[in-house]
């Protein structure tokens, strides 16, 4: 086994994301707070409904129906991307209504819908992107240090192989893929606050149309994101993809955001 160096690009590309994905929510929300007088609480009723309902709802039902149908569905990029857009837009579109309808229902605003957005986002960002950053730094640093190897020593081969094979993507990865991280939570982020403003306006105005086409965009966004992912399109194009699909959204979200009264 002949290990590389994790290039300098490349662990500025992890820091680039790790300072993204806890800087941006973090910025958003004071600028949310003063602009809007949104709650706090909004900050955290949404970290909360991701974690509950994304984080454990929705790994319970993975862990069932990728052990019953697994196969099949790795099998078919297509199904794949079609059941992981469907389970994602329900869990999470779910949560989001059920927080605003009653967690949220004394205080439902606008300003409190976009804090929940950035909670919702920001959790998101946290908890999977920003740690697995930390994670990528630190044993980035041990690679290059000789300490990884070191460790790795007195246990058997296989096992040196076994971690060999999930290391060698920190050095043999283009630096370019590392940034892309965090410009990927940048983009989540702005989805979240829009897709929150939808389910808003749905709970507010009644209107059950705007909470379909919140799951609707959601599930596009996770389904083009998956199938392009994996049909070995370059990294960057799928995020300019995602980024083109978002920012129509985005257009979409602040029209009705500013032309109806009751948001």
């Not at 409904?49 to 994304?54: E, N, P, T, V, Y």
């Amino acid at each position: 086994m002949e290990w590389g160096k994790v290039s300098t690009a490349s662990i500025t590309g992890m820091l680039f994301t790790l300072i993204v994905s806890i800087g941006f929510p973090i910025v958003l929300g004071i600028i949310v707070r003063r602009k809007t007088h949104a709650r706090i609480t909004s900050f955290f009723i949404g970290c909360g409904i991701f974690i509950g309902f994304a984080l454990i709802l929705e790994q319970i039902l993975h862990g069932i129906v990728l052990m019953a149908a697994g196969v099949v569905l790795h099998s078919n990029i297509f199904l794949y991307g079609l059941y992981g857009g469907l389970a994602a837009a329900l869990f999470e579109e779910t949560g989001r209504l059920i927080a605003m309808k009653f967690f949220m229902k004394k205080s439902l605003s606008r300003g409190n819908a976009l804090m929940y957005g950035v909670g919702h986002g920001g959790a998101e960002a946290i908890l999977i992107v920003g740690l697995t950053s930390i994670n990528n730094l630190i044993i980035s640093l041990l690679i290059n240090s000789g300490g990884i190897q070191q460790t790795l020593e007195p246990l058997p081969l296989s096992l040196q192989q076994a971690t060999y094979q999930q290391l060698e993507a920190l050095w043999l990865l283009p630096a370019y893929e590392f940034y892309l991280g965090g410009v990927e939570r940048i983009l989540a982020i702005v989805l979240q606050i829009c897709l929150s403003v939808l389910v808003y306006k749905a709970v507010k105005a009644g209107r059950k149309k705007y909470f379909i086409g919140a799951f609707l965009l959601h599930f596009l966004v996770d389904f083009v994101t998956v199938v392009t992912a994996n049909a070995g399109i370059p990294a960057w194009t799928v995020e300019l993809e995602v980024m083109v699909i978002v920012a129509i959204i985005t257009w979409y979200t602040t029209k009705i955001y500013k032309a109806d009264e009751i948001l």
